[in-house]
């Protein structure tokens, strides 16, 4: 079965330090999207990106966020200058459709130091 | 008000029983809701999408009810692999292209 997956599993950064997570969509697929749980929270939205660009945002993907799709099969989320609330596991997601089922990868957790 | 509200739990029940809760949405105007399973430290994954009418998967059934808005999910016949933290997620409009989670049921399942 085809599987969203994320490099790495495990970030460890120190604050003010740039950090780049990288997540591979299901090959099909046409919608991406960033999430974030910190620990004991909710899964909040961060960001989604259709046809080269961003489709929809949150509060929280202020400018020290950004993605990419640099190629055919890779997606990445940046974050430019960690902060301690940034510590956090990050799920990347993608959907075929915009109204179909959202499939999430294993996560990328980050701490910050 | 937050989008997407849930009973925290934890429900402990013994293997076999039925366990049921609930989940309340503020948007109206939502279009598309479903229950996700996360386990410990895990990524979400689809438990099942609920339907207007109200749909079951196995011993799983999920029910909305637009007009109190809210949705249910209950399990029968609980097994030992049904403990997991429960999210209830929400889609609003059908343009919209983020999901609105819960913070999420936790029921364990006791031998």
């Known amino acids: 079965e085809p599987e969203v997956t994320q490099t790495p599993s495990h970030q460890v950064t120190q604050m003010g330090q740039e950090v780049i997570l990288r997540c591979v969509p299901i090959s099909n697929h046409l919608y991406f999207y960033w999430y974030r749980q910190i620990l004991g929270q909710k899964v909040e939205f961060l960001v989604s990106f259709y046809n080269n660009e961003i489709s929809e945002k949150s509060e929280i993907f202020d400018d020290q966020f950004s993605v990419e799709r640099p190629d055919g099969s890779n997606f990445t989320l940046k974050i430019r200058s960690t902060k301690l609330e940034d510590s956090a596991m990050y799920f990347c997601?993608?959907?075929?459709?915009?109204?179909?089922?959202?499939?999430f990868g294993p996560g990328t957790r980050l701490l910050v130091l | 008000r937050k989008e997407v509200e849930q009973d925290p739990g934890p429900f402990n029940v013994p293997e076999g029983a039925t366990v049921a809760f609930n989940c309340t949405y503020s948007?109206?105007?939502?279009?598309?809701f479903f229950w996700y399973r996360q386990d410990c430290r895990k990524e979400p994954k689809l438990l099942m999408s609920v339907y207007s009418s109200g749909n079951e998967d196995g011993r799983f059934t999920a029910q909305l009810n637009r007009a109190s808005q809210y949705i249910s999910l209950l399990i029968r016949d609980s097994k030992l692999s049904d403990s997991a933290t429960y999210l209830c997620v929400v889609r609003g409009r059908s343009n919209d292209y983020k999901l609105s989670f819960g913070a999420g049921t936790t029921v364990t399942v006791r031998a």
């Open positions: 997601a993608s959907s075929e459709f915009l109204v179909e089922t959202q499939y």
């Open positions: 948007n109206s105007a939502s279009q598309s």
